[in-house]
């Protein structure tokens, strides 16, 4: 019998509704709503039911709106639930039991924890007071993470003097002081340069082999999710519409390639290379993203015009794959038939 699977987070149908207030145009409607306001329920979450293990690295897509920090606010206690029920750490999140806060912590990458005219090594005083944490052992977590993310200089310097890629390492840092045994990371590197990017998710890489917490990373920048998680949950209008892991979504997504050519004789009039493709007269050139099975047909058809050269077909990046699911996924829910990967 195989043994008992230790879940760090389990979710049973849980879910959230909100509940808006419809509001007309015009003067004379707005006063009229006083009186008579139409309101209308809103699921940012529908039942759910997941099982993570300890130690795993989660990634949650999807696009804006899509329910992913409405999920990660339930786990984390900050919102309640309208249905169903959650247990992370074995607590239930509502509850705020100090227990359970002192073992996670969740990072919001669009607020600021920090605070903003004070130097980090101050709000990091602070913070191990809350988290009843020792002076002497505070300060040593706080010099290992800056050491890891390269920053110790900026530790006393004020953080709104620091740039966006330096306040989001320090952030980190102030999220990971207490040594949290479950992390929550919504959107950690938005609106950051290449370079904060890798290094933000370097340090990642590192901190998870290093100290094997639980992870649900939310990230609209799919290179953290490709090479990070472990699992990949996509989410759609508040559902989750795959859950496994990266390779197996690429692999049984609808494959994806981008061909790419010059053509040395350009036809004198428009050419049909396929149904849903049409090469315009005169082009010297061709870049088109393709269902991997279309490739060879369409090749065909662009080397029966002439002298073609450069020829380079290449795969579809994750991002790519991901965007091309969700489109699908509009499509089906258009003609109301359920999503397939």
Same mark, same amino acid.
């Given at each position: ?153 900026? @530790?006393?310097?004020?953080? *709104?003097? #620091?740039? +966006?890629? !330096? ?5 980190? %840092?102030? =999220? @990971?002081?207490?040594?949290? *045994?479950? #992390?929550? +990371?919504? !959107? ?5 340069? %290449?370079? =904060? ?6 340090? #990642? ?137």
């Amino acid at each position: 019998m195989p043994p008992k699977k230790d879940f760090t987070i389990q979710t049973q149908e849980l879910g959230r509704t909100y509940k808006t207030y419809r509001k007309s145009e015009g003067v004379w409607k707005s006063i009229k709503g006083f009186w008579n306001r139409q309101y209308e329920d809103k699921v940012a979450l529908h039942p759910t039911t997941l099982q993570i293990e300890g130690g795993q690295i989660v990634g949650l897509v999807g696009a804006n709106g899509a329910g992913k920090t409405t999920l990660l606010k339930l786990l984390s206690g900050l919102i309640h639930p309208t249905e169903g029920d959650a247990l992370v750490l074995g607590y239930h999140p509502t509850s705020r039991d100090p227990e359970y806060l002192r073992q996670m912590s969740i990072l919001l990458g669009q607020k600021e924890q920090l605070w903003f005219d004070l130097p980090p090594a101050d709000s990091y005083e602070l913070l191990a007071r809350i988290y009843g944490l020792k002076p002497s052992e505070a300060k040593t977590r706080v010099q290992e993470l800056a050491h890891w993310l390269g920053c110790q200089e900026l @530790l006393h310097i004020q953080l *709104r003097r #620091l740039s +966006l890629g !330096e306040r989001m390492k320090m952030e980190l %840092i102030g =999220a @990971l002081l207490h040594k949290p *045994r479950v #992390l929550f +990371l919504d !959107e950690p590197t938005i609106g950051l340069d %290449i370079v =904060a990017q890798t290094s933000i998710r370097e340090f #990642l890489a590192h901190y998870v082999r290093e100290e094997r917490p639980t992870v649900i990373l939310t990230s609209h920048y799919m290179d953290d999710i490709s090479r990070l998680a472990d699992r990949l949950l996509l989410i759609q209008q508040g559902k989750i519409v795959y859950d496994g892991t990266v390779a197996a979504f690429t692999a049984k997504a609808e494959s994806r390639q981008t061909l790419s050519l010059k053509i040395l004789s350009p036809p004198d009039k428009d050419v049909a290379i396929l149904p849903n493709w049409v090469l315009q007269a005169g082009s010297l050139s061709v870049k088109k993203e393709l269902q991997a099975h279309q490739v060879g047909e369409a090749l065909r058809v662009l080397m029966s015009l002439g002298s073609v050269q450069d020829i380079r077909i290449e795969e579809s990046e994750f991002e790519d794959v991901v965007r091309a699911f969700m489109e699908q996924d509009v499509r089906l829910r258009s003609t109301r038939r359920p999503p397939t990967v």
